[in-house]
């Protein structure tokens, strides 16, 4: 018989070595709310890139993004340490599911008039619910009180700071977001400096993996919307043909290459890592929802809607595979110590997808794009030979002579 849930229980810290520790449904309702909002960014990045407003747009959904991942990873680490999944757990997850409706709200208006009120206020309520936790964490857990209480603070002075930067003028305003960024990203390193929250490191791998699941199913998502708008208006294509085949192989190759790797195990090894992998993910989900919105772009150079060049339309696929890439080679090879060969590998694969979209003009915008899902095959299949050579090789080369 299923173990029902309690009304009411003492939030104490889960054990971090706890077998088959796996994420909740609720914790998978939370993430669902995300994909709102995670939407509503990429849309926006494919309209302003579509018409041609590359460098605001680009900075507008960094900005967006941020909100929409820090709040996400939040919510993720807390509740590996503190889940107690009872009453009062469930409704300030809730709260902290409308604030994050809200924001995906107050996305249009951040884009387009870079007011980000609406965002802010959703923002604020999904951390205030937050900070509500962790002051219940540190009522109800004395042992851990120091750390949780840094915590509280600390998100607390930076959600007033983030009402008042609404209303500061620009670029003051502009400047307020950089310098609350960073000091939203210290919170973590010092409450965490001595004394760390009993994160499972399982947990926080299998979280960080569905996640990534779930920001490639909104890059289907958005693509399969954009085809099938562009078949209603002129049919099907091979042009249309070849652009789907190509976002097909990127979509797999970037799903294959985040898993092949398992990172719980080195999770623990350090506080550095494991900070620096938490947050290298921004640009991890930022680079992949980036893709969906890339393609979108390309299809629409394909129907002649886009007003950039066929070379900005490559781009806006090829710079996010790019820094998808790097990013993920170097979180592997700090983490799981795998050989700098791959971050070559990723190299020399992130040029070419620069150089095939240099020439989209001569190799047409539809081709270039199979031929970079093609190339992210590549590097699959280098990564893939990489990681099955590399523990033969540092085996013979231990060996005496």
Not at 75 to 101: C, E, H, I, K, N
Not at 318 to 341: E, I, K, N, R
Request: charged share 15%; net charge negative.
């Amino acid at each position: 018989m299923a173990e029902v849930p309690p009304l009411r229980a003492r939030m104490l810290a889960r054990d971090p070595r706890e077998q088959h520790r796996a994420a909740t449904p609720l914790e998978l309702l939370f993430d669902l709310c995300f994909v709102a909002a995670v939407g509503q960014a990429a849309a926006q990045l494919h309209h302003g890139i579509s018409e041609g407003h590359v460098a605001g747009t680009v900075l507008g959904y960094l900005m967006v993004f941020f909100a929409i991942w820090w709040a996400w990873m939040n919510f993720t680490w807390f509740a590996s340490a503190y889940d107690t999944d009872d009453v009062p757990y469930r409704a300030l997850t809730l709260v902290q599911m409308a604030g994050v409706l809200v924001l995906a709200a107050g996305v249009p208006a951040a884009f387009r008039d870079y007011d980000f009120t609406i965002a802010t206020i959703g923002y604020v309520v999904m951390r205030v619910a937050l900070i509500a936790q962790w002051l219940r964490a540190a009522r109800e857990h004395p042992e851990g009180r120091p750390c949780t209480l840094r915590y509280a603070v600390g998100v607390g002075v930076c959600q007033v700071a983030w009402i008042g930067r609404l209303w500061l003028p620009d670029p003051w305003r502009e400047i307020g977001f950089a310098v609350l960024v960073v000091a939203e990203m210290l919170v973590p390193v010092l409450a965490e400096r001595r004394m760390q929250t009993a994160w499972h490191p399982r947990h926080i791998a299998e979280r960080y993996g569905l996640f990534t699941i779930i920001v490639l199913g909104e890059v289907v998502l958005a693509v399969t919307a954009a085809i099938q708008e562009d078949v209603a208006d002129g049919g099907w294509s091979a042009g249309l043909l070849e652009i789907g085949a190509g976002g097909l192989l990127m979509i797999f190759a970037m799903w294959w290459l985040y898993f092949k790797h398992t990172v719980s195990d080195h999770l623990r090894d350090s506080l550095t890592r494991a900070i620096a992998w938490g947050y290298g993910h921004y640009l991890v989900f930022g680079g992949i929802a980036a893709v969906g919105a890339g393609l979108e772009v390309v299809i629409d150079s394909h129907a002649h809607k886009a007003h950039l060049d066929t070379v900005g339309a490559a781009l806006a696929v090829a710079v996010p595979l790019l820094v998808y890439l790097v990013v993920l080679s170097v979180l592997h090879v700090q983490l799981v110590h795998s050989g700098g060969l791959m971050v070559l590998a990723t190299i020399v694969g992130g040029a070419l997808l620069l150089l095939t979209a240099g020439m989209a003009d001569t190799l047409t915008i539809e081709f270039a794009t199979l031929l970079m899902g093609l190339e992210m095959v590549l590097v699959l299949i280098a990564g893939l030979v990489i990681q099955h050579t590399e523990p033969r090789t540092r085996e013979l080369a231990d060996r005496p002579a």
